[in-house]
């Protein structure tokens, strides 16, 4: 449960765990983040305030965290206090509010699949990527099998969020020394010789993401 219910005099109420609810209509209770941080005062006579009551009632609360349709609709939110879970569907990465600005925690993009721009996946082996987000690392995981890229093409481009960290220059060299790429910061992914017939695999390639 995100937080709790605390009178002055030191006596514990309980909460009903999915979504905090009026217990008491006393006057000297207020309401405590997980840090023991207490929350604006609202305009009413009593706790829980308006301002914390509509942020449980704008989001969904499950299991410690507020889930959002995006992040857009997360950042908007103006009512968070420190210590406080996010969640973003679209994205399905997981955040903690640090008092002025949201820090992913945690979160599992699961495989994409993108159209390539040069190229052509192998049959059942499509090109794709997969972003997995710890402590608020991102790895990027690469898989799939790409034919007929000419030199200097740009096979993908990999989106915000899923780029090297490491700069313009990290080339690899895929199938036994038969096929050079260079994976960029602006998430191109460029072919650095004609793979022709020829095709490369990226099972196996992973990096950390800016």
């Not at 945690?106 to 402590?135: E, K, M, V």
Request: glycine share 10%; net charge neutral; charged share 15%.
């Amino acid at each position: 449960m995100p937080a709790f219910y605390t009178p002055t005099e030191g006596c514990l109420l309980s909460v009903v765990p999915l979504r905090p609810k009026i217990i008491s209509r006393r006057t000297n209770m207020v309401y405590t983040a997980p840090d023991g941080v207490a929350a604006p005062a609202g305009p009413d006579a009593f706790s829980p305030n308006v301002q914390l009551k509509a942020l449980v009632d704008g989001g969904v609360e499950y299991h410690n965290r507020i889930i959002y349709a995006d992040a857009t609709t997360m950042n908007a939110e103006t009512r968070m206090v420190k210590g406080w879970r996010g969640y973003t569907t679209d994205t399905g990465i997981e955040y903690e509010y640090s008092g002025s600005t949201w820090v992913a925690q945690a979160g599992d993009s699961g495989w994409i699949y993108p159209t390539l721009t040069n190229g052509t996946n192998a049959a059942g082996n499509a090109f794709g990527y997969r972003r997995l987000l710890t402590s608020g690392v991102k790895v990027v995981y690469l898989r799939g099998r790409v034919t007929g890229v000419s030199n200097a093409q740009v096979m993908v481009t990999l989106p915000v969020g899923y780029r090297p960290d490491s700069g313009d220059d990290n080339v690899l060299i895929l199938d036994q020394n038969t096929q050079r790429v260079n994976f960029k910061s602006d998430g191109t992914i460029v072919a650095l010789s004609t793979w022709g017939a020829n095709s490369a695999s990226f099972l196996g390639v992973n990096f950390i993401a800016v």
